[in-house]
């Protein structure tokens, strides 16, 4: 019962964070910033849902098992963002920039 | 219904922002953006399910083989359009 209510509140943790990530997915300007919103965002709410996951199993196999999943997904989610942004530069797109016509100006 | 069907339930729901940046993304790496989300949630129903049901113990070995499918997809898709495919 006290881990379901542990588990509970670290789900909607997780999920706000979830819920952040997708805002950003839908309301950024451009490709990078939407990529900016979703790598940390999601990275958070991934570790929060699986830290409730563990304390829903307990002390088990599975919840090593679990572990190596957060520590994996920890690791894997920026490595990959961090490669799409660098395929994206590198293939010549353009950050985003408030007014095209006032580019130098700092 | 126990907490974990019902996080699973609104992550469906937040993962419908995702397809719908995949169908429509400007540019590919947009799509490429929303199938990388897309393989990170779909991991997480898959255990937060497996909760649901009292079988974590087999859906966590799903769930890990999910991420690594995925990761590694993500990774040879960004090589693949770094080195030039069509970049609409």
Redesign the interface.
């Known amino acids: 019962m006290i881990a379901e209510i542990v588990a509970g509140v670290l789900f909607a943790g997780g999920l706000f964070f979830h819920g952040v990530a997708a805002l950003g997915v839908v309301r950024m300007p451009d490709f990078y910033t939407r990529l900016h919103a979703v790598s940390k965002a999601e990275t958070a709410g991934v570790v929060l849902t699986l830290a409730g996951l563990i304390v829903l199993a307990g002390v088990s196999l599975t919840a090593l098992k679990l572990l190596f999943v957060g520590l994996f997904l920890f690791v894997a989610n920026p490595t990959s963002t961090h490669a799409i942004a660098r395929a994206a530069l590198r293939t010549g797109q353009k950050p985003w920039r408030r007014r095209p016509d006032h580019q130098e100006s700092p | 219904m126990?907490?974990?069907i019902?996080?699973a339930i609104?992550?469906l729901a937040?993962v419908l922002?995702?397809v719908?940046?995949l169908a429509m993304g400007?540019?590919v790496?947009?799509r490429?953006?929303?199938l990388?989300?897309f393989g990170?949630?779909t991991?997480?129903v898959l255990?937060?399910a497996g909760?649901g049901y009292e079988r974590?113990?087999m859906f966590?070995?799903l769930?890990?083989a999910y991420?690594?499918l995925s990761?590694v997809g993500?990774?040879a898709a960004?090589?693949y359009?770094?080195r030039?495919g069509q970049?609409r």
């Open positions: 126990s907490v974990a019902a996080a609104v992550l937040l922002v995702y719908y940046r400007p540019t790496f947009d490429l953006l929303g990388s989300g990170t949630k991991t997480l255990l937060l909760a974590l113990d966590v070995d769930g890990l991420a690594l990761f993500a990774i960004a090589r359009f770094e030039g970049h």
